[in-house]
């Protein structure tokens, strides 16, 4: 048998088993919510909700929370006049299954220079699934943008040139629902505008206008929508400083992916008592958190190539300068890991990505000493993230479980059917198959 093709087949074959990987790790990782799915946040409360009350057409490519979400308005629509109540739950989770699959897909059949060996696959697949702050992203619509600003970075790092026609197309499309599923991915839009001005491949202009049309549709829908959207007196910059940023970025985007969710608490609550001491002492906490994550993004990129650093560098400080305007809720409190921890998400897995990008697995043995410290703080990130992996198991108690409200609701009418947090409910649905 030709070398060759023995070495595509198992190339092939080690790539299916890296995805089986993935599925298996999305899966199990809060293996209640595959046994018992869960209708989460205003994935119940907004969009089901309307979805049951209002006709079709009116709620299928309908804005909601001052955004356009495709994937949460066509999935909720669905449910509601397609799917029997009991199992809209297992819908709902089975949509945001299939949009995590998306980024595990480009980790594993990605072109990007990062991807230089299986090794590297396999390790870019921890940091992806095992980031301690996509506990609220897992196996629901309601935060599934979030899950597509990876799916658009990933695409950012694809070459422009040497891919067929197929991979063009697919890269083009998945481009495309990024930008639609809402406005977290549109924030990475100036750094495909800025490749394409730089490189003039036809690509890169295609993929930057793609992703510039569905950021003006965003922006115009976030300017006349949002004087009316649920939670709008929160969005705009609600406790936003520059010491909360720089506080809650250092937490979130490094103390919490590399050493976990209890250092991730301490370090919140050593703020938190600054914070009450003065806003002078809360001013120099946050400068002395800027330049600590300044001496951490200077020693993980010496010697990188400089369109690294913008690709990562770029990526990560545009969305967390989007969320701090944009997003909802008090900013002072970000800096806890549980709260807010959707906006955070990507940010902290794309600096794990940036260490892993510059090393190259496939020669341990030729690191520099910069090297191994790099390799060294990646071991004991995802080793913390490991171990609080099974600490994390939900449903806590007091959680509803899907069918048990619906069973209740059919026996009784009147009862409101419970959703995930405790207290959340979906007013009775006025049509339910």
């Not at 949509?95 to 990605?110: D, S």
Request: hydrophobic letters at 50%; charged letters at 15%.
């Amino acid at each position: 048998m030709d070398r060759g093709s023995t070495g595509e087949k198992q190339d092939r074959l080690a790539r299916w088993a890296l995805f089986a990987f993935g599925v298996a790790v999305i899966l199990l990782r809060y293996p209640d919510l595959s046994a018992e799915p869960r209708i989460w946040g205003e994935e119940g409360s907004i969009y089901l909700r309307d979805a049951y009350a209002k006709p079709w057409q009116e709620t299928l490519f309908a804005p909601a929370l001052g955004y356009f979400g495709l994937f949460s308005s066509v999935p909720s629509t669905v449910a509601a006049n397609l799917v029997p109540l009991e199992y809209v739950a297992t819908f709902m989770a089975g949509v945001g299954f299939v949009t995590q699959l998306v980024p595990v897909g480009l980790v594993v059949w990605g072109k990007a220079p990062l991807w230089r060996s299986l090794a590297t696959r396999l390790v870019g697949l921890c940091v992806l699934l095992f980031n301690p702050l996509g506990e609220e992203l897992w196996l629901n619509t309601t935060c599934i943008q979030f899950h597509f600003v990876m799916t658009a970075f990933l695409v950012f790092l694809e070459p422009d040139e040497g891919l067929s026609k197929n991979e063009r197309w697919v890269r083009r499309g998945l481009l495309a629902l990024s930008g639609l599923a809402g406005p977290p991915p549109c924030s990475l839009s100036p750094l495909f505008a800025l490749r394409a001005y730089v490189t003039r491949h036809r690509e890169a202009v295609v993929r930057a206008v793609i992703l510039g049309a569905a950021t003006v549709l965003q922006l115009v829908i976030v300017v006349y929508g949002m004087t009316k959207m649920v939670g709008r007196t929160d969005r705009f910059g609600s406790g936003f400083d520059l010491a909360t940023a720089a506080v809650s970025t250092f937490g979130k985007s490094f103390v919490v992916p590399f050493f976990g969710v209890g250092y991730g608490t301490s370090f919140a609550l050593a703020m938190q008592q600054i914070e009450q001491a003065g806003p002078g002492s809360y001013r120099l906490a946050g400068l002395a958190c800027a330049w600590a994550l300044g001496l951490v993004l200077y020693f993980v990129s010496r010697g990188s190539p400089r369109w690294e650093r913008v690709a990562y560098m770029g990526s990560a400080g545009l969305l967390v300068a989007s969320s701090m305007v944009l997003g909802i809720g008090d900013r002072r409190s970000w800096v806890f890991p549980a709260c807010a921890a959707r906006y955070y998400y990507a940010p902290g897995v794309i600096l794990m990505l940036f260490v892993l990008s510059r090393l190259d697995l496939r020669a341990p043995r030729a690191f520099t000493r910069v090297q191994q410290v790099l390799a060294l703080a990646l071991v004991v990130g995802l080793g913390f993230q490991v171990a609080e992996w099974r600490t994390r198991i939900i449903p806590p108690a007091g959680e509803p479980h899907w069918r048990h409200e619906v069973a209740e609701f059919r026996s009784d009418p009147s009862h409101p059917l419970g959703i995930w947090p405790a207290g959340w409910t979906i007013p009775i649905p006025k049509k339910s198959p």
